[in-house]
């Protein structure tokens, strides 16, 4: 069995590298991003210490190798489906979770949506990749009208060009992603409203809501031979009901990112922070954070209140479905961080913070 097991995994993965192989060779000329060289971009691609650093091929055979991926159940039902009110006008924050890294943030008349992902697959490809294991929280068909989109990187399970192509034809949202990510957009579809900004940039969406662009340490990459030509990033959404700090995807490294935060942005009212695919730490260290590094984060940038995000929807890692939840209440605990201060949600739960 064993043996069969690996003759299938290494033909599965042969014909998927020559696929991407495939696809790679005519996308290795690629620019995404042209600009002035800076301490994060050396003119054709983006650098530093917020990119996290490459593993080598080997090492992803061997982690592939490795059959420490626990089993996940084939699908999960989610608990109810949830239809959002069409806005929130007072001064009240509600968040949903719709799965992933996409939540919809309703306030100020606002409605936002974060690396919003309605596919099947988290993948280049209609017939292979991480597959989704429980339904979005909210029917696309039930999403309220939707102003804004956050993008904060080009990876397939957060920047997903078949829903940013959705939004554009029956919503026509702005969308605000790092350097780069918008011409990945617009190549695919001229209708999507992207526009890219920089690290640090501050972009007033009304008289009432801004949102800034903040280093996280990670990478980005579509195909084989484009990594870190498109940039990737956090966001610091101020509202009428204090600042949200949402996070795509980081490591935790040093810390250093959260507590610039802190320092840049001042008090955090809510957070939002990914806790799942960190398995193994030897191969995901650098680019996940894990439980324990997510509270760290938590306390680093000062948050009043935090939700978890990046877990239970796509296997991308090793570790139980269940896992990064578990996980979490122990970190809590073990720092002493009541649980009403830092949530996991279930897609289609919301908050009201």
């Known amino acids: 069995m064993k043996f069969t097991r690996r003759r299938i995994f290494m033909g599965t993965a042969a014909?998927?590298?020559?696929?991407?192989?495939?696809?790679?060779?005519?996308?290795?000329?690629?620019?995404?991003?042209?600009?002035?060289?800076?301490?994060?971009?050396?003119?054709?691609?983006?650098?530093g210490r917020y990119a996290a650093p490459a593993k080598r091929a080997s090492d992803f055979w061997r982690w592939q190798r490795s059959y420490n991926k626990t089993q996940w159940p084939e699908w999960v039902a989610n608990k109810e489906a949830t239809r959002p009110p069409a806005r929130v006008t007072d001064n009240s924050l509600r968040v949903t979770y719709v799965g992933h890294a996409t939540f919809l943030i309703q306030i100020a008349g606002l409605n936002i949506l974060t690396d919003p992902i309605w596919s099947e697959r988290a993948s280049p490809f209609t017939f292979a990749g991480p597959k989704r294991h429980r339904n979005p929280g909210i029917a696309f068909e039930a999403l309220p009208p939707i102003d804004l989109v956050l993008v904060s990187h080009c990876h397939y399970d957060h920047l997903d060009l078949a829903t940013l192509s959705r939004l554009a034809a029956t919503h026509?949202?702005?969308?605000?992603t790092p350097l780069g990510n918008d011409t990945i957009m617009r190549s695919h579809d001229a209708a999507i409203a992207a526009e890219a900004r920089d690290w640090n940039e501050t972009i007033a969406v009304n008289a009432n809501v801004a949102v800034s662009l903040t280093p996280a340490r990670h990478w980005s990459a579509r195909q084989l031979f484009d990594r870190n030509k498109a940039l990737w990033s956090a966001f610091v959404i101020d509202t009428p009901a204090g600042k949200i700090y949402f996070v795509g995807d980081s490591g935790y490294g040093d810390g250093e990112h959260f507590r610039d935060v802190r320092a840049r942005h001042g008090a955090i009212r809510l957070a939002i922070l990914p806790i799942g695919a960190y398995e193994p730490r030897w191969f995901m260290g650098d680019q996940h954070m894990n439980p324990d590094e997510s509270v760290k984060a938590f306390r680093d940038c000062g948050a009043e209140f935090a939700l978890a995000s990046h877990f239970g929807t796509f296997q991308l890692t090793d570790e139980a479905i269940d896992a990064p939840v578990i996980a979490l209440d122990d970190a809590r605990a073990a720092a002493g961080i009541s649980r009403e201060r830092f949530r996991a949600l279930d897609p289609g739960e919301f908050w009201i913070v």
């Open 15 to 47: 014909l998927t590298a020559a696929a991407i192989a495939a696809i790679g060779t005519r996308l290795s000329t690629t620019r995404y991003y042209s600009g002035p060289v800076t301490d994060h971009f050396d003119g054709t691609r983006f650098v």
């Open 172 to 176: 026509r949202p702005r969308i605000i």
